[in-house]
């Protein structure tokens, strides 16, 4: 039973970091209906931004995680400026197209630069510590991790459900051209709105070169977990995004241990499957 739990947790701790990839992406395709291709890729920049700050200048991830999320809320705005807002209104397809030939790009670039090889940031202030209550082992770095995502969640869910700036969210979200009579600027919503979804990506992969290593692939399993994670938790659901990651982790984690690592993401797209099955619009889809 400790080893249930033990994994369990592991699971769970993982599933928080997948949820605040997710939710980034939630809010783009929630309020947007635009599909970012490139969303595992910012995660990977931000990486080598979070590397880079401490092998240069021995920033740890825990301060360099600020810059990375910064960074690619950057990229977003710079994104939505150059790409995305002359997809609004078209084909998704056309969105899909523009954001994967962004990540291809993204993709090739840091491959070019930095190498195919994988990096490893030593030293770090969380490196290998854990924390251990009873027979049960939390390791530090995740566990960290975990928590900041939770934060980070919570902070948007609170911004878009009690702040003026969240109510002109909902209003684009469920009608732009209503939202346009009203005096909201939607254009600026969506800039915003691009930004910070970047900027959620952006905070996970500047603390995960604290424990996982980087290379120009890193992003590709995240990016496509956070397209299953909105995909059952329910299309603009931070709440669903947020339940789906930990289910996912769960899952990911116990199918990993118990039946061979190399199932573990059979085990997650079997459940992905089975929750569209049951309810084609998410969890908590409407």
């Excluded at 984690?253 to 998410?282: D, E, M, N, S, W």
Aim: aromatic share 14%.
């Amino acid at each position: 039973m400790e080893t249930f739990v033990q994994v369990l947790i592991d699971g769970m701790l993982n599933g928080m970091v997948y949820a605040l990839v997710a939710a980034g992406l939630c809010l783009i395709w929630g309020v947007m209906d635009v599909i970012n291709f490139a969303h595992g890729e910012y995660l990977m920049v931000a990486m080598y931004v979070s590397y880079w700050l401490g092998f240069l200048l021995k920033v740890d991830p825990l301060l360099s995680v600020v810059a990375a999320g910064v960074f690619i809320f950057i990229l977003g705005a710079v994104t939505y400026q150059l790409i995305i807002r002359y997809t609004i209104g078209r084909p998704g397809l056309v969105a899909l197209l523009a954001t994967f030939g962004l990540a291809v790009f993204l993709k090739n670039l840091c491959m070019n630069w930095f190498s195919p090889n994988f990096l490893i940031l030593s030293d770090t202030w969380l490196g290998d510590k854990t924390l251990q209550l009873g027979n049960i082992i939390f390791p530090v770095p995740q566990l960290v991790a975990a928590l900041l995502a939770l934060v980070v969640i919570g902070l948007i869910y609170a911004m878009i459900n009690t702040t003026r700036f969240g109510w002109a969210i909902q209003a684009t979200a469920l009608d732009r051209d209503a939202a346009e009579l009203m005096g909201i600027n939607t254009e600026r919503i969506y800039l915003v709105i691009f930004g910070i979804g970047g900027a959620c990506v952006g905070i996970a992969g500047g603390i995960m070169p604290s424990y996982l290593a980087v290379h120009p692939e890193v992003g590709s399993m995240f990016g496509l977990i956070a397209f299953v994670c909105v995909a059952m938790g329910g299309f603009g659901s931070i709440p669903g995004a947020f339940l789906a990651g930990l289910l996912v982790g769960s899952v990911e984690a116990l199918a990993g241990f118990y039946i061979a690592p190399v199932f573990k993401y059979i085990a997650v797209f079997g459940l992905y499957l089975t929750v569209v099955f049951l309810r084609p619009k998410g969890i908590f889809g409407w």
